[in-house]
């Protein structure tokens, strides 16, 4: 498509413009697709149906600044200048310098955490879902075109107004819908009673219903926590572990549960040892236990939790080698190398668990206590830098930058080490095979 001079024209939507965004595209993915997420179209020529300038608005969405500099590198060798943020936090603004057969394009690049970022997706998807949106922009570009007299400057700034007014009331509408789907404490346990009733109506031998984790526990989050229950069911029922986690799913992704909702179903034997349920099903069966008997809050139907005899040092050992072979054979070693942030905290908080219930009888679930805990008694070793990004990670006080993620991952593979030899006896790297 032919280039058109730079008079300022607004005119209707040309479908060739997503044709035109295409072929810029794929150029561009030739030069620098593997060191970005994705290359889209925004801008009013993104928008079917609406009137816009003739120039192709497009934007690649890097990770981070890390991989920047050779973005810029690879672009300069094909005709890009970089000419900074043109004033706009986070928006590197890209020019063409020689000529090429495109018609006319802004690009810019942004990491996919910007404001910029952000404020394209929200605009864009606000004209695109509400046309009466769509069609009062039009109407007030038009309108611009014929009292700007020709003048760009003015005529971006007369739209920022309007721009920023549908931002603005699209995030206060995000939060409300996000306020509305917080799932509660009440909410979380209507929802286990609502999964409860759906189970029972399957299968007449359940007996009993506990919440554990976080409801169980005490320390629920709204919008955060996940939901954990345990389900004891007669020895010959017939409902299978593999129904109950469809059921759970379901829930789940019904109700938009954070990070899961989880339902153990243990039948009467596997409540006293031998656990066998651990080497058959992969996983420390006995933390489940343990977290039963010191969590445990019924829903439904009752035990005595006191008559189930607390998993001994060995058992939990047993288990957590267990666990160490299923880790080995899905991540290899160093494992923490393919974990990320939430993941890294989530283990080097197990391996505290651990030497406190091995070592120290002391079982302390909650992960928000499980620092100051492990503290308190003796600890063998001590990452302070890493016990404090924990402590504000938990409360939501940092995000973590890539700095943080290789400490974590440094620290995580120095405690697994230490604890899989003082607790299991066990070289972490020979089993793994490092």
């Given at each position: 498509?032919?280039?058109?001079?730079?008079?300022?024209?607004?005119?209707?939507?040309?479908?060739?413009?997503?044709?035109?965004?295409?072929?810029?595209?794929?150029?561009?993915?030739?030069?620098?697709?593997?060191?970005?997420l994705?290359?889209?179209?925004?801008?009013?020529?993104?928008?079917?149906?609406?009137?816009?300038?003739?120039?192709?608005?497009i934007?690649?969405?890097?990770?981070?600044?890390d991989?920047?500099?050779?973005?810029?590198?690879?672009?300069?060798?094909?005709?890009?200048?970089?000419?900074?943020?043109?004033?706009?936090?986070?928006?590197?603004?890209?020019?063409?310098?020689?000529?090429?057969?495109?018609?006319?394009?802004?690009?810019?690049?942004?990491?996919?955490?910007?404001?910029?970022?952000?404020?394209?997706?929200?605009?864009?998807?606000?004209?695109?879902?509400?046309?009466?949106?769509?069609?009062?922009?039009?109407?007030?570009?038009?309108?611009?075109?014929?009292?700007?007299?020709?003048?760009?400057?003015?005529?971006?700034?007369s739209?920022?107004?309007?721009?920023?007014?549908?931002?603005?009331?699209?995030?206060?509408?995000?939060?409300?819908?996000?306020?509305?789907?917080?799932?509660?404490?009440?909410?979380?346990?209507?929802?286990?009673?609502?999964?409860?009733?759906?189970?029972?109506?399957?299968?007449?031998?359940?007996?009993?219903?506990?919440?554990?984790?976080?409801?169980?526990?005490?320390?629920?989050?709204?919008?955060?926590?996940d939901?954990?229950?345990?389900?004891?069911?007669?020895?010959?029922?017939?409902?299978?572990?593999?129904?109950?986690?469809?059921i759970?799913?379901?829930?789940?992704k019904?109700?938009?549960?954070?990070?899961?909702?989880?339902?153990?179903?243990?039948?009467?034997?596997?409540?006293?040892?031998?656990?066998?349920?651990?080497?058959?099903?992969e996983?420390?069966?006995?933390?489940?236990?343990?977290?039963?008997?010191?969590?445990?809050?019924?829903?439904?139907?009752?035990?005595?939790?006191?008559?189930?005899?607390?998993?001994?040092?060995?058992?939990?050992?047993?288990?957590?080698?267990?666990?160490?072979?299923?880790?080995?054979?899905?991540?290899?070693?160093?494992?923490?190398?393919?974990?990320?942030?939430?993941?890294?905290?989530?283990?080097?908080?197990?391996?505290?668990?651990?030497?406190?219930?091995?070592?120290?009888?002391?079982?302390?679930?909650?992960?928000?206590?499980?620092?100051e805990?492990?503290?308190?008694?003796?600890?063998?070793?001590?990452?302070?830098?890493?016990?404090?990004?924990?402590?504000?990670?938990?409360?939501?006080?940092?995000?973590?930058?890539?700095?943080?993620?290789?400490?974590?991952?440094?620290?995580?593979t120095?405690?697994?080490?230490?604890f899989?030899?003082?607790?299991?006896?066990?070289?972490?790297?020979?089993?793994?095979?490092?």
């Amino acid at each position: 498509m032919s280039k058109l001079s730079n008079t300022l024209i607004v005119i209707p939507y040309d479908p060739n413009w997503k044709t035109e965004f295409e072929r810029i595209r794929d150029y561009l993915m030739e030069q620098i697709g593997d060191l970005v997420l994705e290359i889209k179209h925004v801008g009013s020529t993104s928008v079917p149906g609406l009137c816009a300038k003739p120039i192709i608005d497009i934007v690649a969405v890097m990770d981070s600044y890390d991989l920047f500099p050779e973005i810029v590198s690879r672009l300069e060798k094909v005709g890009f200048q970089h000419e900074g943020d043109g004033g706009i936090k986070d928006r590197e603004v890209f020019k063409r310098i020689i000529s090429d057969d495109f018609m006319n394009y802004h690009f810019y690049v942004c990491p996919k955490d910007s404001e910029e970022n952000r404020r394209h997706n929200i605009f864009k998807n606000a004209l695109l879902n509400d046309k009466n949106i769509a069609d009062e922009y039009g109407k007030l570009k038009m309108r611009l075109i014929e009292e700007v007299n020709g003048d760009r400057v003015l005529y971006a700034n007369s739209k920022t107004d309007f721009i920023f007014g549908v931002i603005n009331k699209a995030i206060e509408n995000s939060m409300k819908i996000e306020m509305a789907s917080i799932i509660t404490e009440a909410k979380a346990i209507k929802i286990v009673n609502e999964f409860l009733d759906e189970i029972c109506r399957e299968n007449s031998d359940i007996l009993t219903l506990y919440l554990i984790g976080s409801l169980g526990g005490g320390y629920y989050r709204p919008g955060q926590s996940d939901i954990d229950t345990v389900i004891i069911v007669r020895e010959d029922a017939a409902i299978t572990q593999k129904r109950m986690d469809e059921i759970a799913n379901k829930y789940w992704k019904s109700y938009g549960i954070p990070k899961g909702f989880g339902s153990i179903m243990i039948r009467q034997s596997e409540l006293s040892p031998p656990y066998t349920k651990s080497e058959v099903e992969e996983f420390e069966f006995t933390v489940e236990i343990a977290r039963l008997k010191t969590q445990g809050k019924a829903v439904f139907g009752e035990i005595n939790l006191n008559d189930i005899k607390m998993p001994s040092k060995e058992d939990f050992i047993k288990d957590a080698i267990i666990m160490e072979k299923w880790f080995a054979k899905e991540f290899g070693y160093p494992m923490f190398d393919k974990l990320q942030i939430t993941g890294c905290v989530n283990t080097i908080l197990g391996c505290l668990r651990s030497y406190l219930m091995i070592e120290k009888s002391i079982f302390e679930f909650n992960k928000f206590l499980t620092i100051e805990t492990y503290m308190r008694h003796e600890p063998p070793i001590v990452n302070e830098p890493v016990f404090d990004f924990i402590h504000k990670k938990l409360k939501d006080e940092v995000a973590g930058s890539d700095d943080d993620l290789r400490m974590l991952r440094e620290c995580g593979t120095q405690f697994r080490d230490y604890f899989n030899k003082r607790l299991l006896n066990l070289e972490t790297s020979a089993l793994y095979g490092g």
